[in-house]
């Protein structure tokens, strides 16, 4: 939640391994330790490694509690954003509408992660107003279960203004961005990897408004900074803020 995901992830792989030799490879703990690494393996990013971490929780959680079990429908649905990200939007319809469809029968209200990600699916396939809709209702239920300033809460926002700006509407897509911010606030500065993306969104939508140039500077500058710090200077996506950073200082 803190964003220091290497950190995380060397963790709980030593943790995963202490489970498989301590209690066994088909242990209900490993199985929790696993879609936790597999939520961190995402960030990281290494999307084959998340894929195989929630297919064997699945495996477990599914062979001892049944496709009802809770474990089981968190480790579907990790499943489902790791093929969202892998482009396989297909296997990805299948698995979070899975989760949904059984979220609903079971009368499940902390599904708003799930939500965001179907949202983000529709956003896939280029369904803006299908994405507004879902992502609003995350936002909702976010701030009922976690209360607005948390990960889930600032992911809520923040997805829901990428799917307003895809759907026309500048000004509601700033708002949620800034909500997102805010919503980081669990963390001082808001320091944090994806309260970096969220700043490089804002600035792109900003920028094409006249007077906004002091202001995007400054969001490319702090996205840099934090993308530094957590991702390295060398990463891929710290490259892709800093090239952005430089044109527009040459404009």
């Known amino acids: 939640h803190l964003g220091n995901y290497q950190q995380a992830r060397e963790l709980?792989?030593?943790?995963?391994?202490?489970?498989?030799?301590?209690v066994g490879i088909d242990?209900?703990?490993?199985?929790?330790?696993?879609?936790?690494?597999g939520l961190v393996l995402i960030e990281i990013p290494d999307l084959d490694a998340a894929e195989r971490a929630f297919t064997e929780s699945l495996r477990i959680w599914q062979g001892k509690y049944g496709k009802e079990f809770p474990g089981t429908l968190v480790a579907l649905a990790g499943l489902g954003r790791v093929h969202l990200l892998q482009g396989r939007l297909d296997q990805a319809q299948t698995d979070l509408s899975e989760v949904?469809?059984?979220?609903?029968?079971?009368?499940?209200?902390?599904?708003?992660a799930n939500l965001y990600e179907l949202g983000e699916l529709h956003r896939a396939h280029h369904d803006p107003l299908a994405a507004v809709t879902l992502d609003r209702e995350a936002v909702q239920r976010a701030?009922?279960?976690?209360?607005?300033?948390?990960?889930?809460?600032?992911?809520?926002?923040?997805?829901?203004?990428?799917?307003?700006?895809?759907?026309?509407?500048?000004?509601?897509?700033?708002?949620e961005l800034r909500a997102a911010l805010a919503a980081f606030g669990y963390i001082p500065d808001a320091a944090h990897p994806w309260a970096a993306t969220t700043r490089l969104e804002l600035s792109r939508l900003l920028a094409q408004r006249p007077g906004t140039a002091d202001e995007v500077h400054r969001?490319?500058?702090?996205?840099?900074?934090?993308?530094?710090?957590?991702?390295?200077?060398?990463?891929?996506r710290t490259l892709e803020v800093r090239n952005e950073l430089a044109a527009r200082s040459a404009d």
């Open 12 to 22: 709980l792989e030593q943790a995963a391994d202490v489970q498989r030799s301590g």
């Open 27 to 37: 242990s209900p703990a490993r199985a929790g330790f696993l879609i936790n690494l």
């Open 100 to 112: 949904h469809a059984m979220d609903v029968k079971l009368g499940v209200r902390d599904d708003y």
């Open 143 to 175: 701030r009922q279960d976690t209360g607005e300033r948390s990960r889930y809460s600032a992911l809520a926002h923040h997805y829901l203004g990428l799917a307003l700006r895809d759907s026309g509407d500048g000004v509601a897509a700033e708002s």
């Open 219 to 236: 969001l490319l500058a702090d996205a840099l900074a934090i993308r530094e710090r957590f991702l390295g200077a060398d990463d891929p």
